[in-house]
């Protein structure tokens, strides 16, 4: 079956980084996404990898490894409208995307 | 402003009354996609819709219908809710599937179905 793992919850500190971490197991890839959503709201979109390495916006990074099908979010300076929930995403072989539960992330002052 | 809009936001119902809701684009956009999101389950695919009079099922149909019979709207039908369909339901557009074309999602349509 198809899979994709994401840690249920995060703690973090105003101003610091936090890497949220993404694995996941399907048939086939052509792309993974990260969402950010804030309580009660839509999913917005933050970043796709489809390539191996890394790719910077802002305050926000996502990395990618598709041999070991492994992705992270890496998030920078924190600030605490950052708190939220990130979403993994991959697009399958036939361009279906496998959602992950999300992971929610605190910050604290 | 380029959007997605779903109506109603919130509806309260009761077991086995039609109900419909429905979705809107302005993009131009020929993917469309029906969610629920529930707690610990994240976000599961209804139905989705890769142009006008093409619809297909996602992950967990039953219970649901839709219709695309114009590109810009997408509704989706709970023809006798129950219970078990109470959820949040978000739909969704892009230009495409294949490659970096994210979805756009809407505000989402909370039901609560007694």
């Known amino acids: 079956g198809q899979n994709i793992d994401q840690p249920t919850e995060m703690t973090a500190t105003e101003g610091a980084i936090v890497q949220i971490n993404c694995t996941y197991q399907t048939s086939g890839f052509n792309g993974l996404f990260w969402y950010q959503q804030h309580a009660g709201e839509a999913p917005t979109f933050l970043s796709y990898n489809v390539l191996d390495g890394l790719e910077e916006k802002g305050r926000f990074s996502s990395f990618l490894s598709r041999s070991k099908g492994y992705s992270y979010l890496l998030l920078k300076e924190l600030q605490m409208k950052d708190s939220a929930s990130y979403l993994c995403?991959?697009?399958?072989?036939?361009?279906?995307?496998?959602w992950g539960a999300g992971t929610k992330l605190i910050i604290k002052p | 402003e380029a959007q997605v809009t779903q109506n109603p936001r919130y509806l309260i119902t009761v077991t086995g009354k039609k109900l419909t809701v429905t979705c809107s684009q302005n993009?131009?956009?020929?993917?469309m996609s029906w969610y629920r999101q529930d707690p610990g389950l994240g976000l599961r695919q209804i139905y989705y819709?890769?142009?006008?009079?093409?619809?297909d099922k996602g992950d967990v149909p039953e219970g649901y219908k839709v219709s695309r019979k114009e590109k810009r709207n997408f509704p989706l039908i709970l023809e006798s809710p129950s219970p078990n369909q109470t959820s949040l339901y978000f739909c969704?557009?892009?230009?495409?599937?294949?490659?970096?074309?994210?979805?756009?999602f809407g505000d989402g349509t909370r039901l609560s179905i007694l």
């Open positions: 969704a557009s892009s230009s495409g599937v294949e490659g970096n074309q994210p979805q756009h």
């Open positions: 819709s890769m142009n006008v009079e093409v619809t």
């Open positions: 995403a991959v697009l399958d072989s036939n361009y279906q995307l496998i």
């Open positions: 993009m131009n956009h020929e993917y």
